[in-house]
């Protein structure tokens, strides 16, 4: 009997003008500022509904747990950055490797242009193992936990794909906007412990 593998990555890209806004290079009139999005509704968690949504709420709150916990602000969801996340993950399952975006080049999309930073987090396991495991996962490593605790992020868009060879596929991408009241995004590494939400269940693709 084979054994879920489970593999992560992290990956952290800011882009923060000192002007703190941005000039669209696309996407508007020449000259036109970018603006924040506004932010989204995460997905519904309830019972019976598509695990990809389910898992990809409890992703979601499971950080807002752990920023709580450390007295950093909540990220907000974005819409747009988990559409991103979500083409990511099934891209990835498609392509059956684990690996990051082009980072500067998302930062260059229309429906980016209100961004100044992102960063990304990605997993996959061989079978269909629950939030928490992929959230422990996370947390339990530096590179990703430094995306999960970093206080200048103030949006997250998470995307789960559940393969039908069984596997699972998840990307967190987190995102600073133009116009956020938050301090620079950091790469200091946060300490492990304490992990607010070390329980490892959840929802899942099975």
Known sequence: M??????????????????????????????????APSPG????????GPAEDRMARALFDRV?????ARGLQPVAWDDALAEIAA???RSMAETGVLEHQDMRSLLDRDDLEGFAGIGENVFTASGPLPAGHAHVGWMRS?????NV???GWDRLGVGVFCAPDGSTWA??????????????VSDETPPTEPIARPEEDGPSCG
């Open 142 to 146: 530096d590179g990703h936990r430094v």
């Open 87 to 89: 083409d990511w993950s």
């Open 149 to 151: 605790l970093n206080p």
């Open 171 to 184: 990307t967190q991408q987190f995102g600073r906007t133009v116009d956020a009241d938050r301090p620079q």
């Open 2 to 35: 084979s054994r879920t593998r489970p593999l992560l990555l992290a990956l952290l890209l800011a882009v923060v003008p000192t002007s703190g806004c941005v000039v669209a290079d696309g996407g508007g009139s020449a000259g036109s500022v970018a603006t």
């Open 41 to 48: 509704t995460p997905p519904d968690d309830a019972p019976g």
């Open 64 to 68: 807002n747990a752990e920023r709580e």
